[in-house]
């Protein structure tokens, strides 16, 4: 039988922030992931601390490769703070709840066998709390009419979805040029396929420190490799089956070449800045 005891170990948490959390309407997934935080900062009477996501899906029982969506949707949402200082990540909790961009009130759900994206839903919900929609048929009208359009824009792309970056407000021309500054490279932030996989990554719920990291590693392990280089692409560099390993992947330390100009440099510097032996004889 379980007997939890405040001896063993508990975690302090103010009324307050309590009282504000527990007015948030959230997902199962994220209150599970904002436990583990208050957990892992509160519970060792920390602020910040380094949370991986192997530990969020052990401590939390979510799929790994869900963790980044519903973790940066908080972020997003001002509830829980990240900082990042040489690939090293940490968490806590936004104890600001003012700045939390988070709905308090009910929403209305659709059911779940009209497929339509959480956007439509709380589109659906906004009207009819103001009247709008007052019916279960005019919701369900409602969701048949504007339910490819909506589609078109979250989970896909049209030709003329592809011309802007306004919907989702995906940084394109960033991350792509962020890339071509670390490969030389001249990939355009326009092409279709390009524009597919960044979105892609997105809905996983990376981020564009996420993109730039993966850029970052994979340029310092292949920019100098005459036969590995040419997959420094968005092709490669997105492609689902690898992102993630990328992202986790440190930046690799290169060897310095023993008779590289860096070197000759430095140990003509150590010979000129040798002691004078006439003058210690």
């Known amino acids: 039988m379980a007997s939890p005891q405040l001896e063993n170990g508990h975690t302090r948490i103010s009324n307050e922030l309590i009282e504000e959390l527990s007015k948030l309407q959230l997902s199962g997934n994220q209150w599970r992931i904002i436990w583990v935080i208050l957990r892992k900062t509160y519970g060792y009477n920390k602020k910040m601390d380094r949370i991986s996501y192997t530990q969020f899906a052990e401590m939390t029982g979510i799929p790994r490769k869900n963790i980044p969506r519903e973790l940066n949707t908080l972020i997003d949402k001002k509830v829980v703070l990240k900082t990042e200082d040489t690939y090293i990540r940490t968490y806590g909790i936004n104890k600001d709840y003012s700045k939390w961009e988070v709905s308090s009130k009910l929403r209305t759900v659709l059911k779940t066998e009209d497929r339509v994206s959480s956007k439509l839903r709380t589109k659906v919900s906004s009207e009819l709390s103001q009247g709008v929609l007052k019916t279960e048929d005019n919701k369900r009208q409602y969701t048949k009419d504007n339910k490819d359009n909506i589609q078109k824009t979250i989970c896909g792309f049209g030709e003329k979805d592809l011309k802007t970056e306004v919907p989702l407000g995906i ?15 001249n990939f355009k932030h326009t092409t279709k396929t ?3 996989a960044i979105h892609a990554r997105w809905l996983d719920g990376y981020r564009l420190d996420d993109f730039k990291h993966v850029h970052t590693v994979k340029s310092e392990e292949w920019k100098d490799d005459s036969k590995m280089s040419q997959y ?33 440099r430095k140990n003509r510097e150590a010979y000129n800045n040798r002691p004078n032996e006439d003058f210690l004889s």
């Open 232 to 264: 420094l692409c968005p092709d490669t560099l997105y492609r689902p089956s690898k992102f993630e390993k990328y992202l986790n992947q440190m930046p690799v330390k290169k060897q310095e070449d023993p008779f590289g100009p860096e070197t000759i």
């Open 171 to 185: 940084p394109f021309k960033e991350i792509i040029d962020h890339l071509n500054q670390l490969t030389g490279k």
């Open 194 to 196: 390009t524009k597919q």
